[in-house]
T-cell receptor, first 111, second 114 residues
């Protein structure tokens, strides 16, 4: 079973920041939070990951709450090409590197 | 870097036929993963390899499915005999030893079994 909870869909205006929430209330202390996205008809694409500190790269920022029970992926200036399904994943410890994929959030960027 | 390469991109076959899907991982990556994606079940891990050795095949649905990795640059997923319920998109992904969870996915093979 997936260990994360995400809204099924969200809309965002082009050029605005897209904030995608994820709840992972049962996360263990040594489990990382990963974000991937899947654009229609393509394979999933890695975005970012973190343990407890906020992270930023050229694609996005990841904000993890202090208690680590939730996180937010931020796309600072969303474009139409950011329309995709976004997956929040918690790596299962001692799972031999399995990533448990939930249903994700369908993000639609509107012009 | 060419990324993960999969072939064929699309496959249509009839029930009972053998299907072979192919994958070339990114050079230097030690881990290779096979996934299946359907609308009903989402993205499921079927099997993964480390240094060409199968590590966990618990996701392989049944004996009709088999996977091999004869060398570091090639892997196959075979379905024999195929059934309509095997229709799905099959993805191959690879990752480096030090960052196993940062997986790089191929474009997928869309399989339709009639």
């Amino acid at each position: 079973d997936a260990k994360t909870t995400q809204p099924p869909s969200m809309d965002c205006a082009e050029g605005r920041a897209a904030n995608l929430p994820c709840n992972h209330s049962t996360i263990s202390g040594n489990e990382y939070v990963y974000w991937y996205r899947q654009i229609h008809s393509q394979g999933p694409q890695y975005i970012i990951h973190g343990l407890k500190n906020n992270e930023t790269n050229e694609m996005a920022s990841l904000i993890i709450t202090e208690d680590r029970k939730s996180s937010t992926l931020i796309l600072p200036h969303a474009t139409l090409r950011d329309t995709a399904v976004y997956y929040c994943i918690v790596r299962v410890v001692n799972s031999n590197y399995q990533l448990i994929w939930g249903a994700g959030t369908k993000l639609i960027i509107k012009p | 870097d060419a990324g993960v390469i999969q072939s064929p991109r699309h496959e249509v076959t009839e029930m009972g036929q053998e299907v072979t899907l192919r994958c070339k991982p990114i050079s230097g990556h030690d881990y290779l993963f096979w996934y299946r994606q359907t609308m009903m079940r989402g993205l499921e891990l079927l099997i993964y390899f480390n240094n060409n050795v199968p590590i966990d095949d618990s996701g392989m649905p049944e004996d009709r499915f088999s996977a091999k990795m004869p060398n570091a640059s090639f892997s196959t997923l075979k379905i024999q005999p195929s059934e309509p319920r095997d229709s799905a998109v099959y993805f191959c992904a690879s990752s480096r030893r030090a960052t196993q969870e940062t997986q790089y996915f191929g474009p997928g093979t869309r399989l339709l079994v009639l």
